[in-house]
Each structure stands twice: as structure tokens, then as C-alpha cells.
């Protein structure tokens, strides 16, 4: 069983910048795929950013390409959200998850969350 637990979720003015942390324990292996996805109040929940583990190959939404950064660190088998330019559009409870490394659509657990809210 893999575990997430997400951190550092927070209020933040607009334009501002907010780093995310994930920490996966448990049963894991480098050919995964680590992602970031998001939910704002009365939406579903939509894709934001995911990392191919052991190749460290990133995929970003249209909605956050030169704003948003995801990362990793094997050491500490953590994985990264760096949001920068925050708009208030960026609201939103947002959930580490780990999946498939093939299947893009295949995410198999799944953090609590973290909330981020951003001001105007």
C-alpha cells in the first residue's frame, strides 16, 4: 500500500508563488508516474502536472505551462509542485496521486489534499 501525504498549501496573494510537497511511503518503484491534480468549489476535479519517475519526464496542463514546475527528489521520495504567478483561478484543493507509468489515465492512490487559496 502507498501513502501520500501532500504539505504546504496556504493562503497566497495573487502573483505570488506556493511550493507543494507529496511524500509517498510504502510499496513503490521507479517505473510510476507521480501526478498533481486540482478542485475548485463546484468543479471537477482537472489535471494539472505529472512526472514519469525514473525518467523524469514532466507533463503540465495548458492552464499552468510557464507558471506551474513539477519536480522530484528520489532521495527523499518526494515530488514537487512550484506554482508561481498564482491567480485566484488557482483555487483549489489539490491532491497528490501516484498511477501508471504507461497509462496516462491510471492513477491508483491518492492523497487527502492540500488546500491552496489565492486572493485578489
Known amino acids: 500500500q502507498v501513502q501520500l501525504l501532500e504539505s504546504g498549501g496556504g493562503l497566497v496573494q495573487a502573483g505570488g508563488s506556493l511550493g507543494l510537497s507529496c511524500v509517498a511511503s510504502?510499496?513503490?518503484?521507479?517505473?510510476?508516474?507521480m501526478g498533481w491534480f486540482r478542485q475548485a468549489p463546484g468543479k471537477e476535479r482537472e489535471f494539472v502536472a505529472s512526472?514519469?519517475?525514473?525518467?523524469?519526464?514532466?507533463f503540465l496542463a495548458d492552464s499552468v505551462k510557464g507558471r506551474f514546475a513539477i519536480s522530484k527528489d528520489n532521495a527523499k521520495n518526494t515530488v514537487y509542485l512550484q506554482m508561481n504567478s498564482l491567480k485566484p483561478e488557482d483555487t483549489a484543493v489539490y491532491y497528490c496521486?501516484?498511477?501508471?507509468?504507461?497509462?496516462?489515465?491510471?492513477?491508483?492512490?491518492w492523497g487527502q489534499g492540500t488546500q491552496v487559496t489565492v486572493s485578489s
Open positions: 496521486a501516484q498511477g501508471s507509468y504507461e497509462n496516462r489515465y491510471q492513477y491508483d492512490y
Open positions: 510504502g510499496r513503490t518503484f521507479s517505473t510510476y508516474r
Open positions: 512526472i514519469l519517475w525514473n525518467a523524469g519526464i514532466a
